[in-house]
């Protein structure tokens, strides 16, 4: 019999908080083992890419959890069909998945987290760039396609999330872009975070689930990432967000996550080096 889900992620940890509930308390939240936490037949693993600590516990997450599918962010089908294939690891690996070229952080901080997936069906869901590409000259929903309703898609967003998802996307920029670009960036977040709800929803139906899926921690968030699309395709589906955010001292009081795990951040060059050259 599977174990549920979330309940494993409950007896895991004693470093996740229930969202909101880490500022009832004085100092560190009580175990969350103590606390009972509902069955979720998907579960989103969030992450900062280049965290070799978040990677550890996602791994321990799946070796824990024993989920029907696990779906990666960081893979397309192809290379999904290629870790179902091979029995490669290491370098060799890495080399099959043409990983170099893929421009995800060192296949060593992800390794662990594979090789714990190699035991149950992996999806892979990255966006073609040439999808995205079109979402720029056609908008999110033509770009997608006829299911672009089922998604919402099809709706705009309110005047006050559109500007503050622009403005997150020029921070994340190091305020670097043209802001005329904002709105297509924004149409490229939802159109991914859509085909990604669409590719989960294709393994949970495949497998029957528990789905776990390996995402960052933008991605996972409950206010504008993946569960508002599967929220709109598939409202019946019960999803569990955790996300990985690095603050080792003040737990965050409204994280957009229905767990978050707090840790120190990853030791990393200045991100915005590059556009001040």
Same mark, same amino acid.
């Given at each position: 019999?599977?174990?549920?889900?979330?309940?494993?992620?409950?007896?895991?940890?004693?470093?996740?908080?229930?969202?909101? *509930? +880490?500022? $009832?308390?004085?100092?560190?939240?009580?175990?969350?083992? !103590?606390? %009972? /936490?509902?069955?979720?037949?998907? @579960?989103?693993?969030?992450?900062?890419?280049?965290?070799?600590?978040?990677?550890?516990?996602?791994?321990?997450?799946?070796?824990?959890?024993?989920?029907?599918?696990?779906?990666?962010?960081?893979?397309?089908?192809?290379?999904?069909?290629?870790?179902?294939?091979?029995?490669?690891?290491?370098?060799?690996?890495?080399?099959?998945?043409?990983?170099?070229?893929?421009?995800?952080?060192?296949?060593?901080?992800?390794?662990?987290?594979?090789? *714990? +997936?190699? $035991?149950?069906?992996?999806?892979?869901?990255?966006?073609? !760039?040439? %999808? /995205?590409?079109?979402?720029?000259? @056609?908008?999110?929903?033509?770009?997608?396609?006829?299911?672009?309703?089922?998604?919402?898609?099809?709706?705009?967003?309110?005047?006050?999330?559109?500007?503050?998802?622009?403005?997150?996307?020029?921070?994340?920029?190091?305020?670097?872009?043209?802001?005329?670009?904002?709105?297509?960036?924004?149409?490229?977040?939802?159109?991914?975070?859509?085909?990604?709800?669409?590719?989960?929803?294709?393994?949970?139906?495949?497998?029957?689930?528990?789905? +776990?899926?390996?995402?960052?921690?933008?991605?996972?968030?409950?206010?504008?990432?993946?569960?508002?699309?599967?929220?709109?395709?598939?409202?019946?589906?019960?999803?569990?967000?955790?996300?990985?955010?690095?603050?080792?001292?003040?737990?965050?009081?409204?994280?957009?996550?229905?767990?978050?795990?707090?840790?120190?951040?990853?030791?990393?060059?200045?991100?915005?080096?590059?556009?001040?050259?």
């Amino acid at each position: 019999m599977r174990r549920s889900p979330a309940r494993f992620i409950a007896s895991w940890s004693s470093l996740l908080a229930l969202a909101g *509930a +880490a500022a $009832a308390f004085e100092g560190a939240p009580p175990p969350i083992e !103590r606390i %009972d /936490l509902p069955d979720a037949q998907i @579960v989103l693993l969030g992450e900062v890419h280049d965290n070799g600590v978040h990677h550890d516990r996602q791994a321990a997450v799946l070796r824990g959890m024993d989920p029907a599918a696990v779906v990666f962010e960081m893979l397309t089908p192809v290379q999904a069909g290629i870790l179902a294939d091979s029995t490669l690891s290491g370098k060799a690996l890495a080399e099959a998945l043409d990983w170099a070229g893929s421009g995800w952080p060192a296949f060593s901080l992800y390794e662990p987290v594979i090789e *714990a +997936a190699r $035991a149950t069906r992996i999806f892979g869901m990255a966006v073609p !760039r040439a %999808d /995205l590409g079109a979402v720029f000259d @056609v908008g999110a929903a033509t770009a997608f396609g006829p299911e672009a309703a089922r998604f919402g898609l099809d709706q705009p967003l309110p005047e006050d999330e559109q500007a503050t998802r622009e403005e997150a996307q020029f921070a994340a920029h190091c305020d670097a872009l043209p802001r005329e670009m904002l709105p297509g960036m924004v149409d490229a977040q939802r159109f991914r975070d859509a085909a990604f709800a669409r590719s989960i929803l294709q393994a949970l139906e495949e497998t029957g689930g528990p789905v +776990a899926v390996i995402a960052g921690n933008g991605h996972v968030r409950k206010d504008w990432g993946i569960p508002v699309y599967l929220s709109h395709a598939a409202p019946e589906v019960t999803v569990l967000s955790v996300g990985q955010i690095e603050d080792q001292d003040t737990p965050p009081v409204d994280a957009p996550y229905d767990l978050w795990i707090l840790s120190a951040p990853a030791e990393r060059d200045d991100p915005c080096a590059v556009f001040a050259k």
